[in-house]
């Protein structure tokens, strides 16, 4: 399987998002599974878009965003979904369905959840000056396919380099 690089802003978004949501999912099984999955994504993309935006971050800059602006923008997500510029098939659909369903009862618990995994990022940060960077080795250590990737990619260091006899 090749796994496509992020190249746009929003790809990083979606991708620091997934990430965010999969370490979650961990305690919230509901945020493994369609359409929630997706839509979870999506929203939280959004925000993290919108926020880079306002920090003036752009591509892989967006993991400079702090924990607590994120959570912020929580607040706002019916703007941040409006100014999100997903492609229909990079989260666009997802985004204008939730646009047009705000206010139903299970948005209302797809947000709730959302403001959850990102209240129990900050509470396992610590400090809410933790940028999304920071998280990284926590999300590498709890979900299982960045444990395999760095297990293939140490396999590879050790192939190529071999220890020397002492």
């Given at each position: 399987?090749?796994t496509l690089r992020p190249r746009t802003t929003w790809e990083h978004c979606v991708s620091m998002a997934d990430l965010l949501r999969q370490w979650a999912a961990q305690d919230d099984p509901t945020l493994t599974s369609e359409p929630e999955r997706t839509q979870a994504t999506v929203l939280?993309?959004?925000?993290?878009?919108?926020?880079?935006?306002?920090?003036?971050?752009?591509?892989?800059?967006?993991?400079?965003?702090?924990?607590?602006?994120?959570?912020?923008?929580?607040?706002?997500?019916?703007?941040?979904?409006?100014?999100?510029?997903?492609?229909?098939?990079?989260?666009?659909?997802?985004?204008?369905?939730?646009?047009?369903?705000?206010?139903?009862?299970?948005?209302?618990?797809?947000?709730?959840?959302?403001?959850?995994?990102?209240?129990?990022?900050?509470?396992?940060?610590?400090?809410?000056?933790?940028?999304?960077?920071?998280?990284?080795?926590?999300?590498?250590?709890?979900?299982?396919?960045?444990?395999?990737?760095?297990?293939?990619?140490?396999?590879?260091?050790?192939?190529?380099?071999?220890?020397?006899?002492?």
């Amino acid at each position: 399987m090749t796994t496509l690089r992020p190249r746009t802003t929003w790809e990083h978004c979606v991708s620091m998002a997934d990430l965010l949501r999969q370490w979650a999912a961990q305690d919230d099984p509901t945020l493994t599974s369609e359409p929630e999955r997706t839509q979870a994504t999506v929203l939280l993309a959004a925000v993290l878009h919108d926020r880079a935006q306002q920090a003036g971050l752009e591509g892989p800059a967006v993991t400079k965003l702090p924990l607590v602006d994120v959570a912020d923008g929580l607040q706002y997500v019916v703007s941040a979904l409006q100014a999100c510029p997903a492609p229909a098939d990079t989260g666009g659909r997802e985004r204008d369905d939730l646009l047009e369903r705000y206010g139903d009862a299970d948005v209302e618990v797809l947000l709730s959840r959302v403001r959850q995994a990102v209240q129990r990022h900050r509470e396992d940060a610590g400090v809410d000056e933790t940028l999304l960077a920071d998280r990284l080795p926590a999300l590498c250590e709890r979900i299982p396919a960045l444990q395999a990737a760095a297990r293939r990619r140490q396999e590879t260091l050790t192939s190529l380099f071999p220890e020397e006899p002492s």
